[in-house]
């Protein structure tokens, strides 16, 4: 299993344009999450999804839209970037079968200028 | 808001000291889970509690739920070079079942 993938790594943005991040996951988990950290600091939830067609807000999701249309895919929509976007992003999916155990992908580091 | 708090933000000890991070939440937990974020990379599973005073061991890692289920700590004996990271607590809130409520962060720094 490759886990949670992510793509791009890194990207740079101007202001005002607009970008998806990727994040797929071979796992078969219903429950995925994108969360972003800014420096120094902990994981604020943007947006997550129970399931293919299901998503709901987090805590931070003003600037976003996310898509689920298979249990798979899970992108993240950055519309007008702006330079309080600039974060690392990550992309997570759970096991609730299991333990709950949230698996996470390795990042998208964005920076909007 | 709900929140779950975590001191101290950050540490530094000599290695072969111990370390402990307590994590705080305003309102009571279903589950509490611990993660551990190295420099630069993601953060990693370490373990779930789910019992109100449970106590679990991993090797040198010693992980408590508060009889409340509101609080939990993370002890490392004897820590190690390779301990350096972030530790995260994460908490299913009562109610809010879909989703993990992550606490601020406890910075570990260790040096020979």
């Known amino acids: 299993n490759a886990g949670v993938t992510q793509t791009p790594k890194f990207r740079i943005l101007k202001i005002g344009q607009s970008m998806t991040l990727q994040c797929t996951q071979d796992m078969n988990h219903n429950y995925m999450y994108w969360y972003r950290q800014d420096p120094g600091m902990g994981l604020k939830l943007i947006y997550y999804?129970?399931?293919?067609?299901?998503?709901d807000k987090g805590e931070v999701p003003n600037g976003y839209n996310v898509s689920r249309s298979t249990t798979e895919d899970f992108p993240l929509r950055l519309e007008l970037a702006a330079p309080s976007q600039t974060s690392v992003y990550f992309c997570?999916?759970?096991?609730?079968?299991?333990?709950?155990?949230?698996?996470f992908g390795p990042g998208t580091r964005l920076t909007v200028l | 808001g709900q929140q779950v708090m975590q001191i101290p933000q950050y540490q530094h000890v000599q290695e072969g000291e111990d370390f402990t991070t307590y994590c705080n939440s305003s309102t009571t937990l279903s589950n509490i889970q611990w993660y551990k974020q190295r420099p630069g990379g993601h953060p990693v599973f370490l373990i779930q509690?789910?019992?109100?005073?449970e106590v679990k061991k991993q090797k040198r890692l010693t992980f408590q739920f508060g009889e409340a289920k509101k609080n939990s700590s993370l002890h490392i004996t004897a820590t190690q070079t390779t301990d350096v990271g972030t530790y995260f607590c994460a908490g299913i809130i009562t109610g809010t079942a879909s989703k993990l409520t992550f606490g601020t962060g406890t910075r570990l720094q260790v040096t020979l």
């Open positions: 999804s129970v399931g293919a067609g299901i998503t």
């Open positions: 997570a999916s759970r096991d609730v079968k299991f333990n709950n155990e949230q698996f």
């Open positions: 509690l789910v019992k109100s005073g």
